[in-house]
């Protein structure tokens, strides 16, 4: 009898012969059945793995959470600017205020050196928002309503020094060119400084009132009584 063959009874009582498989078939087949295991087991592993790695993360929702952390920091960055500029453009307004009251008749002109001071430092504030970053809706907003309103109080204080070397025929309806036109700079401000308020508490900053100081009639928002920070 052959080693490689095993006798069996067939059906008529013969004896026929079984082959065995080679053994590099065999191998074979175990290496595909292993294969194909693995392929089962792979999929549920590799689903539970990739909800851990925040690389394998919805693109879309890794932007949006990118863009919120570049706006939380950039309202931060606003709104110090805001505060610092709103602090420069107090002692304009208070200059103005007495050249060109409120609903009142103009008061004595100001000294030609004390708008070219005016000038300069409503010229730096419109120069600090003329490159503003790249940011969210939220954040655009305040931010191009505070650019709004500095140009706007920049055009103001330009007016008056034209009312200053105009003839003394033309001067009045300058002044009170003047004076509109700063009392938009103050509504518009007043606007954009409400909606940096709001992004400051969204973000957990608390309030952030960076108004500047407005009269009766200028249409200016003015600030809530909530403390500031909380």
Same mark, same amino acid.
């Given at each position: 009898?052959? *080693? &490689?063959?095993?006798?069996?009874?067939?059906?008529?009582?013969?004896?026929?012969? @079984?082959? &065995?498989?080679? /053994?590099?078939? &065999?191998?074979?087949?175990?290496?595909?059945?292993?294969?194909?295991?693995? %392929?089962? +087991?792979?999929?549920?592993?590799?689903?539970?793995?990739?909800?851990?790695?925040?690389?394998?993360?919805?693109?879309?929702?890794? +932007?949006?959470?990118?863009?919120?952390? &570049?706006?939380?920091?950039?309202?931060?960055?606003?709104? /110090?600017?805001?505060?610092?500029?709103?602090?420069?453009?107090?002692?304009?307004?208070?200059?103005?205020?007495?050249?060109?009251?409120?609903?009142?008749?103009?008061?004595?002109?100001?000294?030609?050196?004390?708008?070219?001071?005016?000038?300069? @430092?409503?010229?730096?504030?419109?120069?600090?928002?003329?490159?503003?970053?790249?940011?969210?809706?939220? @954040? *655009?907003? %305040?931010?191009?309503?505070?650019?709004?309103?500095?140009?706007?109080?920049?055009? /103001?204080?330009?007016?008056?020094?034209?009312a200053l070397a105009a003839p003394a025929a033309g001067r009045p309806a300058l002044l009170e060119l003047a004076g509109r036109q700063r009392d938009i700079a103050v509504a518009t401000w007043s606007t954009a400084a409400t909606q940096l308020d709001v992004l400051n508490i969204d973000a957990g900053h608390g309030h952030a009132h960076v108004f500047l100081p407005a009269a009766p009639g200028q249409g200016a928002l003015t600030?809530?009584?909530?403390?500031?920070?909380?």
């Amino acid at each position: 009898m052959s *080693n &490689r063959t095993k006798l069996r009874s067939g059906p008529r009582g013969s004896a026929a012969p @079984v082959a &065995r498989a080679p /053994a590099g078939r &065999r191998l074979l087949l175990l290496l595909a059945l292993a294969f194909a295991l693995g %392929a089962l +087991l792979a999929g549920p592993i590799g689903a539970v793995t990739a909800g851990d790695d925040p690389s394998s993360a919805d693109p879309v929702a890794q +932007l949006r959470a990118e863009e919120a952390r &570049r706006d939380v920091a950039q309202i931060v960055d606003l709104t /110090a600017q805001a505060r610092q500029v709103q602090q420069s453009l107090v002692p304009v307004l208070d200059g103005l205020a007495t050249a060109v009251p409120v609903g009142a008749a103009a008061g004595p002109l100001a000294a030609p050196a004390a708008v070219t001071g005016w000038q300069a @430092v409503t010229g730096k504030a419109v120069d600090g928002f003329a490159d503003p970053p790249s940011a969210g809706t939220g @954040v *655009n907003i %305040a931010r191009s309503g505070l650019t709004a309103a500095v140009r706007a109080l920049d055009l /103001a204080v330009d007016t008056y020094a034209a009312a200053l070397a105009a003839p003394a025929a033309g001067r009045p309806a300058l002044l009170e060119l003047a004076g509109r036109q700063r009392d938009i700079a103050v509504a518009t401000w007043s606007t954009a400084a409400t909606q940096l308020d709001v992004l400051n508490i969204d973000a957990g900053h608390g309030h952030a009132h960076v108004f500047l100081p407005a009269a009766p009639g200028q249409g200016a928002l003015t600030a809530d009584g909530a403390p500031e920070g909380r």
